[in-house]
């Protein structure tokens, strides 16, 4: 057997695992959940986010779909709402604090606060070999401080449960600290990001600042930084590690107060963000963020996954 057809072999292992894994929180000795359970979606009226809803309401629970633009939004909830499903919209876009505010106040306000946040909204402007950093801080004000500015501002929102609360990040592979293309060429950085014992959110804020800085003086191309997509690559880059770290000030909490957070990589999906040239369906790419969000008795936390990888 050739290098090529192991490293097949050891993919359709991986999947084999991570399906057996998936069943789990769905039999019913398992099922911890109820309809009075709130899972918050971010950027749920298409794509990812939508089949994230969809399927998190499917097992029952009460979702809230939230969206920019109040239109799209409320023609997604419409949609699921007419099978039957406990769907509710709210606006909010996660570059606005206010918008924050004001669906935080409506949080508290309706549903006494949430069990489950999804952090799924994000943005790509680049497709196929294009690696313009035009948008550049757009990306970084989304994909990282917009998906940090969610967590700081549902976590005092989240329920006590014997459960733990839950919180995962729809991020990327690409923002991987050791990959081969995409990594940081700074040794004495990545290694900092890379220790748990350094990692902090001013050096994780200091180092997408950085990269913004140098996009504004034209230095960013000689700087090392990921070579593929490298905005969106930085934005989820800090997005995995601002997990790391929030899962270790989380894993202090007292019992019946935990929260457990999580980020993973749902593959190249068929989307508006890949411009509709991903392999992976938005139903198979949603799937492990459910599993995620609704597992029960194998607590999991700062841990990453990948659609064909085993947690790491």
Excluded at 48 to 69: C, K, M, N, P, Y
Excluded at 75 to 104: C, R, W, Y
Excluded at 157 to 172: D, E
Excluded at 270 to 282: E, I, R
Aim: proline share 3%; net charge neutral; charged share 25%.
């Amino acid at each position: 057997m050739g290098k090529k057809e192991r490293a097949q072999e050891r993919r359709e292992q991986r999947r084999q695992e991570i399906s057996l894994l998936r069943t789990i929180p769905y039999s019913d000795q398992q099922r911890w959940w109820s309809n009075e359970t709130m899972a918050v979606v971010t950027g749920s009226n298409r794509g990812i986010g939508f089949e994230i809803a969809h399927q998190l309401a499917s097992h029952g629970l009460t979702v809230v779909l939230t969206s920019r633009e109040t239109r799209v939004g409320e023609e997604a909830t419409k949609i699921m709402q007419e099978k039957g499903l406990n769907v509710v919209f709210h606006q909010l876009d996660i570059v606005d604090p206010a918008s924050i505010e004001t669906f935080s106040d409506w949080i508290k306000e309706n549903y006494d606060g949430l069990d489950i946040l999804i952090n799924n909204a994000g943005v790509n402007f680049n497709f196929g070999t294009d690696n313009s950093v035009e948008y550049a801080e757009t990306v970084i004000r989304t994909n990282y401080f917009g998906t940090k500015s969610m967590i700081k501002a549902m976590i005092p929102l989240m329920k006590p449960s014997p459960f733990g609360a839950r919180i995962v990040n729809v991020t990327s592979r690409l923002g991987r600290l050791n990959g081969r293309r995409n990594r940081i060429a700074n040794v004495s950085l990545r290694q900092q990001l890379e220790d748990n014992d350094s990692l902090s959110e001013e050096l994780i804020d200091s180092t997408v600042n950085s990269f913004l800085e140098q996009v504004k003086n034209g230095t960013w191309e000689s700087a090392g930084w990921p070579q593929v997509f490298t905005d969106y690559s930085l934005s989820k880059l800090a997005a995995n590690a601002y997990t790391r770290l929030m899962a270790r000030i989380l894993s202090d909490q007292p019992e019946g107060h935990k929260i457990y957070m999580n980020c993973y990589c749902p593959g190249w999906v068929k989307t508006a963000m890949t411009d509709w040239a991903g392999h992976t369906s938005p139903e198979v790419a949603a799937d492990t963020a459910v599993w995620l969000a609704l597992i029960s008795d194998q607590f999991v936390s700062a841990c990453r996954l990948h659609k064909i990888c085993k947690l790491y």
